[in-house]
């Protein structure tokens, strides 16, 4: 079977949007920390969660390796599709499977990653702006930096949002209707102002607020999905069972204190007791 390569653009993307991610958040902190003419400890709590959780995905997705066969693609496809080997926590039975990409074989279930360029085990998928693979190992991880972007979406818009009212009262007026003031702060109406009138007043943060609202509401919304369906087993990872797992499955054995600090990817993997030790991560 021929490789399929991924396009261009998926090439380009795979390497861009980690770095646009980066640096508009780094353009998010310094401007709140301007804007808010002083240090604020809770954004700055909420910053360092969403980087250290940053560097755990990276780190777990990294360093996870696929518990591969000795058989090549060479040998006798049969024989080894008859073998399976039992999982120890569902019961599920497990085939092997050829990878095309890295030419061995492995145990299910067992995905491809075209950016990551080598498999994975219970892969959900592949996050362009984080730059790296979502598994099962770093699913807590990637629900907390996703909560803890919307938080600091949040916080970033009360502090921007005042700044942007106050250079637009001309314009907008003291008696004018809520409408009109959301219109005012909305990109488009902004933008059309300075291409009919010349006037950029505030056009930077306008923009800045507006993408801080939507990936505010994208971040909620993706992450309490993702925690919906590892509690009510609808992973992607477990595509053959319906396996519900428990909070402390999800972010670990530290408790309440994986929301402080993600101990897992920075000091171990999922548990204290190395329950994924078999999954293929060493």
């Not at 980690?18 to 998010?28: G, H, K, Q, R």
């Not at 972010?251 to 101990?263: A, K, L, V």
Request: hydrophobic share 40%; glycine share 8%; aromatic share 16%.
């Amino acid at each position: 079977m021929e490789k399929i390569r991924p396009g261009k653009f998926y090439e380009v993307a795979f390497k861009i949007c980690p770095v646009l991610a980066l640096i508009f958040s780094l353009l998010v902190t310094i401007t709140t920390l301007y804007l808010n003419e002083g240090l604020s400890l809770i954004f700055i709590f909420i910053s360092i969660q969403v980087y250290l959780n940053w560097y755990s995905i990276c780190k777990i997705s990294s360093n996870a390796r696929t518990m591969r066969d000795n058989y090549t693609k060479n040998d006798n496809i049969a024989s080894v599709a008859i073998r399976i080997t039992q999982e120890e926590d569902s019961g599920t039975k497990l085939k092997y499977w050829y990878c095309e990409y890295c030419t061995c074989y492995t145990y299910r279930p067992t995905q491809h990653c075209r950016a990551c360029k080598k498999c994975f085990h219970y892969r959900d998928h592949h996050c362009f702006f984080i730059g790296g693979c979502i598994l099962q190992l770093n699913m807590g991880n990637f629900i907390l930096i996703c909560f803890y972007t919307s938080l600091a979406c949040c916080y970033s818009s009360t502090i921007i949002g005042p700044h942007i009212y106050d250079s637009l009262s001309e314009i907008i007026g003291e008696k004018s209707s809520y409408i009109n003031i959301f219109l005012n702060f909305c990109f488009p109406v902004a933008f059309a102002r300075f291409l009919i009138t010349g006037q950029g007043t505030c056009l930077f943060l306008i923009i800045l607020f507006n993408s801080l609202i939507s990936v505010s509401i994208v971040c909620f919304l993706y992450g309490s999905w993702k925690l919906f369906c590892c509690l009510s087993g609808k992973q992607r990872y477990y595509p053959h069972v319906a396996r519900r797992v428990e909070l402390k499955e999800i972010f670990g054995s530290y408790g309440i204190w994986n929301f402080i600090f993600p101990y897992n990817g920075l000091l171990g993997l999922g548990d204290l007791n190395g329950k994924y030790s078999g999954d293929g991560v060493k």
